[in-house]
């Protein structure tokens, strides 16, 4: 039994071909990266869509789910952040023209498709609320957490959207993603990522009484929400945002479209 100083020393002379490959569940080569999609009213998250080839009969496995075919794979990265999206979109579109110069060969490109999934979202949105013709001008869009002040309770992940009427709470899921796929769906017409969501909680704006900051945490925002019926309490519902400018802009947005609903 070999006991050793944790984390291990490196060397002087250490390259990076030198370490050891972290554990990790699927590695790609960025030459097979075929498109990204990013949300345009936020820029809250990057999808990446990976294609790749048969490899001499190999097949690449994705056993948690029968949505996720042999050879496609989608990843959902949440950046919360329109610099941090941006920037990385940028990062891999460069990596992944060098990485795969167009030369002919199985798999290589020099070109990524870029879009833009605004509409995705839209149509999302129309059909958790059982609204087909749902074109609403969307003014705000995050995913942050809904947290409680209970013991015991987790943080719960949502997606937030605000319109000129409304503010919506969703749960935000996404094809090939398990607890996506543990949902009564109908797979036929769907592709890896595609945006699913259902409503928690929704209230119109001019139901909402206040939008604040959180003294002790520049990161949590309470909404509160006044009854719609004259015997009812009014609720609140208390949102973690990814960081303190995130928080910022859902106030400001709020208390904008509040402003927006007197004038009208």
Sequence with gaps: LEYRQFPSPISSGATFKDAPWPHAYCRHP????????????????LTLHFKLPSLRGEMYVQPENGLMS?????YV?????????????????QAAKEASPNNGLEGSTDTILVENDDSAITKAVG??????DFSDDILHYQILHQTWQLPGESDA???IVL???EVFLFHETYAGDILAWAMDMDTSNVCFGDISMRTIASADIENVTDSSIAKEDPKLVTLTIKSRSRLGWSSSWTLRCRDSENAERLVEDVRKAQKAAIQM
């Design 127 to 132: 059909h958790a609320l059982s609204r087909d």
């Design 163 to 165: 319109t000129n009427n």
């Design 30 to 45: 960025l030459k097979f990266l075929r498109k990204l999609s990013f949300d345009g009213y936020g820029f809250q998250r």
């Design 70 to 74: 042999t050879f496609d794979y989608t």
């Design 77 to 93: 990265i949440f950046t919360c952040n329109q610099r941090r999206t941006i920037q990385l979109m940028q990062s891999l579109q």
């Design 157 to 159: 992940r949502r997606s």
